[in-house]
C-alpha cells in the first residue's frame, strides 16, 4: 500500500504560521483563574475572614458513654484505640478532654485532633 502524503499549508515567506494570542488574552486567564480560586470565596463567605473564628464540628460524643463503634468514627479511632479507650474509663471515668492521654496510644497530637469532637458529660446547653 503507497504512503500518502498530507499536505499542509506553509505561509509563503517560509516562516511558522502560528501567531501568538495578543497580550490581553494570555492575562485574561490567570486574571480569570485568581478570581474564581481566591476572590470569588472569600466575597461568597466560603472563607473565614482574617479575625474570624471557625466553628467546632457538629458532633461531639460523650466520651464516657459512647459505644465501640462511635468511637470509631472520630478521627484516628480504629478498634484497637476505642477497646483502650473504653478499658480506662471503665476503671476511672474521663473527668476532662485531657485525661484522654491516660489512654495508650494517645498522645498530645492524637488528643489536640480529638478535642473538638468529644466531650465528658452531657452537652450543655
Not at 499536505?7 to 501567531?19: C, I
Not at 495578543?22 to 485574561?28: C, D, E, G, R
Not at 466575597?43 to 475572614?49: A, F
Not at 482574617?50 to 464516657?64: E, H, W
Request: hydrophobic residues 40%; proline residues 12%; aromatic residues 4%.
Amino acid at each position: 500500500m503507497p504512503k500518502q502524503e498530507i499536505e499542509t499549508e506553509q505561509p509563503a515567506d517560509g516562516r511558522n504560521s502560528f501567531t501568538p494570542p495578543p497580550a490581553a488574552t494570555v492575562l485574561l486567564f490567570p486574571a480569570m483563574a485568581l478570581l474564581l480560586v481566591c476572590v470569588l470565596p472569600l466575597v461568597m463567605g466560603w472563607l473565614p475572614r482574617d479575625g474570624q473564628v471557625t466553628s467546632p464540628p457538629v458532633y461531639q460524643i460523650d466520651i464516657n458513654t459512647t459505644d465501640h463503634a462511635t468511637l470509631q468514627l472520630l478521627p484516628g479511632v480504629g478498634p484497637a484505640l476505642a477497646d483502650r479507650i473504653i478499658m480506662e474509663r471503665e476503671e476511672e471515668p474521663f473527668a476532662s478532654v485531657d485525661d484522654l492521654r491516660r489512654v495508650n496510644g494517645i498522645g498530645q497530637v492524637v488528643a489536640g485532633r480529638l478535642a473538638n469532637h468529644v466531650r465528658c458529660g452531657p452537652a450543655s446547653p
